[in-house]
């Protein structure tokens, strides 16, 4: 079962302007991540917040969580055209223990489309 | 800069033939996941290793799917018979032993059954 739902499901924008995806998860969580994936590609690792953070910048990234509403926020500012891919959010949710399974649980994605 | 390597890239094949996929995670990670994604969907966890061990395959179909890390390095997945709802793209990803918060995943085998 998928844990995180991204908001929308797919998002067409000019080349410039800045694109929001959101992301809503049932569980407590560990740490929320965002993976970008290029169509039939594998996935790339944008991202991390722990639950104990409430934004986070990385470039032209920021990513907001708010744990009381169990949700996340993936801002990309000045889109390019190269940023056209599907976004996915992802969370763990197992204490880690060293050892334990933390496999990621992830959301349908979002697609977003970069209009030049 | 290393990379998860995966092959073959695109696989297909017909309904109740037996399939296989390799994984090689980047050197020096110790867990390495098998993920299944249905197009249009996000990846879905298949199983999980730590070395040689199986962490979790709580989601894995055993009556058709097996995977194996025999020496802790590589891995194969494999599904036989193979049905026509197997269809999907098949991610591998791998990660540090301390801490394995970022997964690092393959190009991914697409797989088509007819």
Same mark, same amino acid.
């Given at each position: 079962s998928q844990q995180g739902e991204e908001d929308p499901q797919a998002l067409s924008i000019q080349e410039g302007e800045n694109a929001t995806?959101?992301?809503?998860?049932?569980?407590?969580?560990?740490?929320?991540?965002?993976?970008?994936?290029?169509?039939?590609?594998?996935?790339?690792?944008?991202?991390?917040?722990?639950?104990n953070e409430r934004e986070k910048h990385s470039g032209r990234l920021r990513v907001t969580l708010d744990t009381s509403k169990k949700s996340s926020s993936l801002l990309i500012t000045?889109?390019?055209?190269?940023?056209?891919?599907?976004?996915?959010?992802?969370?763990?949710?197992?204490?880690?223990?060293?050892?334990?399974?933390?496999?990621?649980?992830?959301?349908?994605?979002?697609?977003l489309i970069i209009q030049p | 800069?290393?990379?998860?390597? *995966?092959? /073959?890239?695109?696989?297909?094949?017909?309904?109740?033939?037996?399939?296989?996929?390799? =994984?090689?995670?980047?050197?020096?990670? %110790?867990? $390495?996941?098998?993920?299944?994604?249905?197009l249009g969907q996000g990846p879905e966890l298949l199983v999980q290793f730590q070395d040689e061990s199986v962490v979790d395959d709580s989601q894995?179909?055993?009556?058709?799917? @097996?995977?194996e890390r025999l020496k802790g390095v590589d891995s194969t997945l494999k599904i036989q018979?193979?049905?026509?709802?197997?269809?999907?793209?098949? $991610? =591998? %990803?791998s @990660?540090?032993?301390? /801490?394995?918060?970022? *997964?690092y995943f393959g190009p991914g085998t697409r797989l088509l059954v007819l």
């Open positions: 995806m959101n992301c809503s998860y049932k569980t407590s969580i560990n740490n929320l991540q965002w993976y970008r994936q290029n169509s039939g590609r594998g996935l790339v690792h944008l991202i991390l917040i722990r639950s000045a889109s390019r055209a190269a940023d056209t891919a599907s976004y996915f959010c992802a969370t763990e949710t197992t204490p880690y223990s060293g050892g334990g399974a933390d496999g990621l649980t992830f959301g349908k994605g979002t697609h | 800069e290393a990379e998860v390597a *995966q092959s /073959p890239r695109y696989k297909i094949t017909e309904k109740s033939q037996a399939v296989a996929f390799w =994984c090689d995670p980047i050197s020096g990670h %110790a867990t $390495l996941y098998w993920y299944r994604q249905i894995l179909p055993k009556d058709r799917f @097996s995977a018979p193979a049905e026509l709802g197997d269809s999907a793209m098949y $991610l =591998c %990803a @990660s540090l032993a301390t /801490p394995k918060e970022t *997964q």
